[in-house]
């Protein structure tokens, strides 16, 4: 298996590029479509998720200084904010009229993603690596 450093940004760029088809898809209003890559990308997240954690064992993530809290208090937050466009989906599935709801909820988490994902490339690149163990 490839190492995190290769899985982490790699589930990353995938996450984001889905979420930009699943933007895609729900303001072009094609619901298979949309709820198929919705689907899709939660699992992305979860691998890079997953990832990431592989991957900051791999670094003293202190020595980030004040990034790492921030970072992690972000990407908990972010991961959290999935249930705002999944209640509002339902919503906006029961009855149209909260569809624009639904979009500010979705563009809500997806800021909130990606900040997680600048802070957390930030917090990587500023925390000191830890020494292999052979």
Not at 26 to 49: D, E, P, Q, S
Not at 119 to 134: E, K, N, V, Y
């Amino acid at each position: 298996m490839p190492a995190p450093q290769v899985l982490f940004p790699t589930f990353l760029l995938l996450t984001v590029a889905l979420l930009g088809v699943v933007v895609y898809t729900g303001i072009k209003a094609k619901l298979r479509l949309h709820l198929t890559f919705v689907v899709i990308t939660v699992l992305m997240l979860a691998a890079a998720i997953a990832a990431a954690l592989a991957l900051g064992k791999l670094y003293d993530l202190k020595s980030a200084g004040w990034i790492t809290p921030v970072h992690l208090k972000l990407a908990r937050i972010a991961t959290y904010a999935y249930v705002l466009p999944a209640v509002t989906g339902v919503m906006t599935y029961r009855d149209r009229k909260h569809r624009r709801l639904h979009f500010w909820m979705a563009m809500l988490t997806l800021t909130l993603t990606v900040l997680a994902a600048v802070t957390g490339a930030w917090m990587i690149f500023h925390a000191t690596p830890l020494a292999a163990q052979s």
